[in-house]
C-alpha cells in the first residue's frame, strides 16, 4: 500500500480536510474542515477505494538484506571472485538494490549473475535457492516478470 500522504493529497483535492488517520482493517478517519456534501464523501471513499487496490512498493533495503545474508548469495560473491562477469553481474545487483533501486537494472543483473555463476566452480543457485530467491522477491513485493528463475 502507497503511503498516507499520497491518501491525504487525494482527498484534500476533493474537499478540505485537517487530515486523515488509518484506523486498521482498512479503514480511515478523515477529519474534514467543514461537513462534506454527499459528492464529496463519495468521492473520498473512491479514493479510499482506489489507494487500498494499490499493490505495495517494493522493499529494496529488506530484499538487500536477505539476500546479503544468504548462502545463495555468499556463492555469488564467491563466483564474482573468479569471474569478472560473475563480479560485474552482482556489483550491478547490489548497486541496483541499495543505490539506483531500478527494477530493470536489478532484472538484467540477476539474469546475468546466473549466467557467470554457471562457469564458475561455484555453479548456478540450486532449485532450493531459487525457490528461496522466489519466495524474498514475492515477500518483498517485486514482481517476477523477467527474472530467469527457471
Known amino acids: 500500500m502507497p503511503n498516507l500522504i ?24 478523515i477529519d474534514w474542515v467543514d461537513e462534506p456534501a454527499e459528492v464529496q464523501e463519495e468521492a473520498a471513499q473512491e479514493a479510499i477505494a482506489a489507494y487500498l487496490a494499490q499493490p505495495d512498493p517494493p522493499d529494496w533495503d ?4 536477505d539476500l546479503q545474508d544468504s548462502a545463495a548469495f555468499g556463492r555469488a560473491f564467491a563466483a564474482g571472485n573468479e569471474s569478472v562477469a560473475a563480479s560485474n553481474a552482482l556489483q550491478l545487483v547490489m548497486l541496483s538494490l541499495s543505490g539506483t533501486k531500478r527494477l530493470p537494472n536489478l532484472v538484467y543483473g540477476f ?4 549466467s557467470a555463476m554457471a562457469t564458475t566452480s561455484a555453479g548456478d543457485f540450486s532449485v532450493s535457492e ?9 515477500a518483498r513485493h517485486f514482481p ?3 527474472f530467469d528463475l527457471t
Open 6 to 29: 499520497q491518501l491525504h493529497e487525494a482527498i484534500a483535492l476533493i474537499a478540505p480536510i485537517h487530515g486523515v488517520a488509518d484506523t486498521g482493517g482498512g479503514t480511515f478517519r
Open 62 to 65: 529488506g530484499l538487500l538484506d
Open 111 to 114: 539474469n546475468n549473475l546466473r
Open 130 to 138: 531459487l525457490e528461496w530467491i522466489v519466495e524474498r522477491l514475492t
Open 144 to 146: 517476477l516478470a523477467g
